[in-house]
């Protein structure tokens, strides 16, 4: 309290305690997963503390996605990626979503990595009926990059990182991509605390298969005969964003 008022009054100024929050501020202190990036309206989101993975496990062979109580980020499960030790072995996930409103969205989550011979990457595949638009955002882990797939079906590096600031299971990263639906555009990228400009990109087209649809799958895999582990914690589908 302050000057012996109550912290809710409105009536004279309080210069410590505040007594109105908004509502996004109340849900992030009350234990919402959203708390890093709070732009844009949730459709969806997986905190991974069901008892069973609500996601497709899409692995290649003697690979596994599982729900794990190792590491996590935040309460006490997480979602652990394990590829086989065979060079371009891959642990996947994959999760089906209704075709949204044309609106510019959003896609989050933190992972962590206990190796470096892998990289990470979240793909979409949007099909409105018309086209099946491909988008995809990558984490070269063992070259620290940062990479675009672009309308001609190539990566594009357009940042390179610190090295050794991925492979440490300890410190969770944040990995975010806004696509725009409207001028078939990306929109900007988010590793951790910098914000990356992708505006430029546009997503490769292919021939649709008729259905109106968003496959979203995240995928590590290892670039060498070797084991590659990844745990994730939380993941944001969002629409409307700036």
Not at 17 to 43: K, V
Not at 86 to 98: E, T
Not at 164 to 171: E, Q
């Amino acid at each position: 309290m302050v000057h012996t008022l109550p912290d809710y009054t409105t009536k004279y100024k309080m210069t410590k305690i505040f007594g109105n929050i908004d509502t996004g501020e109340l849900a992030a202190r009350l234990g919402s997963i959203d708390t890093f990036d709070r732009r844009g309206n949730i459709l969806w989101m997986d905190d991974f503390e069901e008892p069973i993975m609500r996601w497709l496990d899409t692995s290649a062979a003697n690979a596994d996605v599982m729900l794990r109580a190792s590491y996590p980020c935040r309460s006490a499960q997480n979602l652990y990626f394990l590829t086989n030790n065979v060079a371009w072995s891959f642990a996947s996930v994959q999760k089906l979503f209704p075709y949204p409103l044309s609106d510019r969205l959003g896609f989050e989550f933190w992972f962590a990595l206990e190796q470096d011979t892998s990289y990470v990457e979240l793909q979409l595949v949007i099909d409105n009926g018309t086209n099946a638009l491909q988008w995809r955002h990558k984490i070269d882990v063992s070259a620290n990059q940062l990479e675009v797939y672009n309308h001609l079906g190539n990566f594009d590096i357009y940042e390179t990182l610190p090295n050794n600031i991925l492979a440490n299971r300890w410190g969770y990263n944040v990995f975010k991509l806004a696509i725009d639906m409207n001028t078939v555009h990306y929109i900007r990228s988010l590793f951790n605390n910098v914000e990356y400009d992708l505006s430029a990109y546009r997503p490769q087209s292919g021939a649709s298969i008729g259905n109106y649809y968003i496959d979203c799958s995240i995928i590590l895999r290892t670039t060498a005969a070797a084991f590659s582990h990844m745990y994730l914690d939380g993941f944001i589908y969002t629409f409307n964003e700036p």
